[in-house]
């Protein structure tokens, strides 16, 4: 448990460091007067030691609607490491659907953000207001456009991702200095084709396309990048690109050539903190986890619960849970697919909870599938023992979310839950539509996680003979590998087909990623609770909480 909080404290400091560019640039948030006489809310970047022989340039950074600006953070620090000030803007407020995105919305924000930009440039010393850039991703993109009738406009575009979901009008021109960096999987590239041979007068488009002079403010590019436009904010190709217009559009080519190096990027390292920091904290939670049910005293030792004496052979045991896993596995593509929604999450729950249910009771005795169920509680022959062991396991748990909020004050540990720290967690968590979306959520995922612990008790945890003294961990590794197996191979299944474009979403796959994760970890807890304290209801509690801590904000 020490090596692994020392991994996860690393894991942050790593973070927290890549985060101002490893003391390359300075990021601040600052609240600017706009027009509407309300309050623009931005993530300031600036460069920490001027290599720039004059006023610093200034890159507007736009999400897509529903992002905050931490979804542009590979490009923002970049930026203010090659002696730009970045202002990055918040996108939050608007989501789709509930926000009708039409051009009147974006005529408004790209006011907005405009007005926010001369603010914080008059006021602010050595930085130029007369020549300035725009990045924005997909929907951010039209915002950017927008800003292209004003009388001080951007003298650079970049798009990232798909940039299209809003038409052009019919008659729209490209202005100067435009560059789209578009995922594989951009599906309406002839728009942008057609854009470019209208204000190139070519009649063909070859990729990579690159036309035109900075200095003559008619310079246009067009790549394709092998990263889905979902992921291009962390891909390091596109990254590159995009700075490298950047800077030889808005400080020139001579410039280029003397600040720092474009391929010398450093803000993947928070993206290496942000998948370490989870996954390294979740095995700090299971060794709590083990450390309080071992130290609890005799007397209050859980009861311990009936085998199964009647065990399914091993390559039945395989089988079956394979099958389960399958069936899980499926259903919940299959669901996600047609229609990412809680409905669709809660309804693949259910259906394969009652499929798992059905499957579990073949093939076996009645008198041994009173036995499994006995084993989760479930049917026991001492209700006094079951309530006791019960508040035992709310307890535990009760320690176990303890540590768990104290590592919340630790950001940006907790990115796996979408927050950034405890405050607007804890807020978010206490809002009624969240505590009943929780709740709900909490149900079908408590019967699954039940459900998973009478197949890891019936099938995979039955006695056998090992031949070894070591019965009980080759028990553990067995239990793992039978209920993990199916799942994770679907989870990378899944993955290959999205980041490739085919069938799947990127979001399907990333939702199954969390999904095989939390498997992993909910069926570590059960299997060694169930062997070694031989009652999973405390680890059947806790990786309720867990699923539902995680996956609440996902919807």
């Given at each position: 448990?020490?090596?692994?909080?020392?991994?996860?404290?690393?894991?942050?400091?790593?973070?927290?460091?890549?985060?101002?560019?490893?003391?390359?640039?300075?990021?601040?948030?600052?609240?600017?007067?706009?027009?509407?006489?309300?309050?623009?809310?931005?993530?300031?970047?600036?460069?920490?030691?001027?290599?720039?022989?004059?006023?610093?340039?200034?890159?507007?950074?736009?999400?897509?609607?529903?992002?905050?600006?931490?979804?542009?953070?590979?490009?923002?620090?970049?930026?203010?490491?090659?002696?730009?000030?970045?202002?990055?803007?918040?996108?939050?407020?608007?989501?789709?659907?509930?926000?009708?995105?039409?051009?009147?919305?974006?005529?408004?924000?790209?006011?907005?953000?405009?007005?926010?930009?001369?603010?914080?440039?008059?006021?602010?010393?050595?930085?130029?207001?007369?020549?300035?850039?725009?990045?924005?991703?997909?929907?951010?993109?039209?915002?950017?456009?927008?800003?292209?009738?004003?009388?001080?406009?951007?003298?650079?575009?970049?798009?990232?991702?798909?940039?299209?979901?809003?038409?052009?009008?019919?008659?729209?021109?490209?202005?100067?200095?435009?560059?789209?960096?578009?995922?594989?999987?951009?599906?309406?590239?002839?728009?942008?084709?057609?854009?470019?041979?209208?204000?190139?007068?070519?009649?063909?488009?070859?990729?990579?396309?690159?036309?035109?002079?900075?200095?003559?403010?008619?310079?246009?590019?067009?790549?394709?990048?092998?990263?889905?436009?979902?992921?291009?904010?962390?891909?390091?190709?596109?990254?590159?690109?995009?700075?490298?217009?950047?800077?030889?559009?808005?400080?020139?080519?001579?410039?280029?050539?003397?600040?720092?190096?474009?391929?010398?990027?450093?803000?993947?390292?928070?993206?290496?903190?942000?998948?370490?920091?989870?996954?390294?904290?979740?095995?700090?939670?299971?060794?709590?986890?083990?450390?309080?049910?071992?130290?609890?005293?005799?007397?209050?030792?859980?009861?311990?619960?009936?085998?199964?004496?009647?065990?399914?052979?091993?390559?039945?045991?395989?089988?079956?849970?394979?099958?389960?896993?399958?069936?899980?596995?499926?259903?919940?593509?299959?669901?996600?697919?047609?229609?990412?929604?809680?409905?669709?999450?809660?309804?693949?729950?259910?259906?394969?909870?009652?499929?798992?249910?059905?499957?579990?009771?073949?093939?076996?005795?009645?008198?041994?599938?009173?036995?499994?169920?006995?084993?989760?509680?479930?049917?026991?022959?001492?209700?006094?023992?079951?309530?006791?062991?019960?508040?035992?396991?709310?307890?535990?748990?009760?320690?176990?979310?303890?540590?768990?909020l104290a590592w919340l004050f630790m950001t940006p540990f907790i990115v796996i839950l979408d927050v950034s720290i405890i405050s607007p967690y804890v807020?978010?968590?206490?809002?009624?539509?969240?505590?009943?979306?929780?709740?709900?959520?909490?149900?079908?995922?408590?019967?699954?996680?039940?459900?998973?612990?009478?197949?890891?008790?019936?099938?995979?945890?039955?006695?056998?003979?090992?031949?070894?003294?070591?019965?009980?961990?080759?028990?553990?590794?067995?239990?793992?590998?039978?209920?993990?197996?199916?799942?994770?191979?679907?989870?990378?299944?899944?993955?290959?087909?999205?980041?490739?474009?085919?069938?799947?979403?990127?979001?399907?796959?990333?939702?199954?990623?969390?999904?095989?994760?939390?498997?992993?970890?909910?069926?570590?807890?059960?299997?060694?609770?169930?062997?070694?304290?031989?009652?999973?209801?405390?680890?059947?509690?806790?990786?309720?909480?867990?699923?539902?801590?995680?996956?609440?904000?996902?919807?």
């Open positions: 448990m020490l090596i692994l909080s020392i991994l996860t404290l690393s894991s942050l400091y790593l973070a927290f460091t890549s985060e101002t560019g490893f003391g390359d640039a300075t990021v601040d948030t600052a609240d600017i007067d706009i027009l509407t006489d309300e309050n623009c809310t931005c993530k300031i970047f600036t460069p920490r030691i001027q290599t720039y022989p004059t006023d610093y340039p200034v890159i507007l950074t736009i999400p897509d609607f529903g992002q905050t600006y931490e979804s542009l953070y590979a490009v923002n620090i970049e930026l203010a490491r090659r002696n730009f000030t970045v202002i990055s803007f918040d996108l939050s407020a608007l989501r789709q659907p509930d926000t009708n995105l039409d051009a009147a919305i974006i005529n408004s924000k790209a006011r907005d953000f405009y007005s926010a930009f001369l603010t914080y440039v008059n006021h602010s010393p050595n930085i130029r207001n007369d020549r300035y850039g725009v990045i924005g991703y997909s929907y951010g993109f039209q915002i950017a456009l927008a800003m292209s009738n004003y009388t001080n406009s951007p003298s650079s575009y970049i798009a990232l991702g798909d940039p299209t979901s809003i038409d052009f009008p019919d008659n729209f021109t490209l202005p100067g200095n435009t560059y789209f960096a578009l995922g594989h999987n951009y599906e309406n590239i002839s728009l942008i084709t057609s854009l470019l041979e209208n204000v190139t007068g070519l009649d063909e488009i070859p990729l990579p396309f690159m036309y035109g002079s900075f200095e003559k403010q008619d310079a246009y590019g067009l790549q394709v990048f092998s990263s889905l436009h979902e992921l291009q904010l962390h891909d390091k190709l596109t990254t590159i690109s995009a700075i490298e217009w950047a800077i030889r559009s808005i400080q020139g080519n001579t410039q280029f050539n003397r600040t720092l190096d474009v391929s010398q990027t450093v803000f993947q390292y928070r993206t290496y903190s942000i998948i370490i920091g989870p996954i390294t904290f979740f095995g700090t939670l299971i060794s709590l986890f083990i450390i309080l049910i071992s130290v609890i005293p005799k007397r209050f030792q859980f009861h311990f619960l009936s085998k199964n004496q009647n065990p399914p052979t091993t390559g039945h045991a395989i089988a079956l849970s394979s099958f389960l896993g399958l069936i899980s596995s499926s259903l919940l593509i299959l669901t996600m697919t047609l229609s990412f929604s809680l409905v669709s999450f809660i309804a693949a729950i259910l259906v394969g909870l009652y499929l798992s249910v059905f499957v579990l009771s073949l093939g076996n005795r009645r008198s041994t599938n009173k036995m499994i169920f006995n084993t989760v509680n479930i049917f026991v022959r001492n209700p006094r023992n079951a309530f006791e062991d019960l508040l035992k396991s709310i307890a535990i748990t009760a320690l176990c979310l303890v540590w768990t807020l978010y968590m206490l809002e009624p539509s969240n505590v009943v979306k929780a709740i709900i959520i909490g149900g079908p995922i408590l019967l699954y996680i039940l459900v998973e612990a009478l197949i890891i008790r019936g099938f995979s945890l039955a006695e056998r003979e090992w031949n070894s003294n070591y019965s009980e961990d080759i028990n553990l590794i067995f239990a793992l590998f039978a209920r993990i197996m199916v799942i994770g191979f679907f989870a990378i299944i899944v993955y290959l087909f999205a980041i490739n474009g085919m069938i799947l979403s990127i979001r399907v796959a990333l939702l199954m990623i969390r999904f095989s994760l939390l498997t992993i970890f909910s069926t570590l807890i059960i299997s060694w609770s169930t062997i070694r304290a031989k009652n999973p209801i405390a680890s059947i509690i806790l990786s309720t909480v867990v699923y539902v801590l995680i996956l609440t904000p996902v919807f």
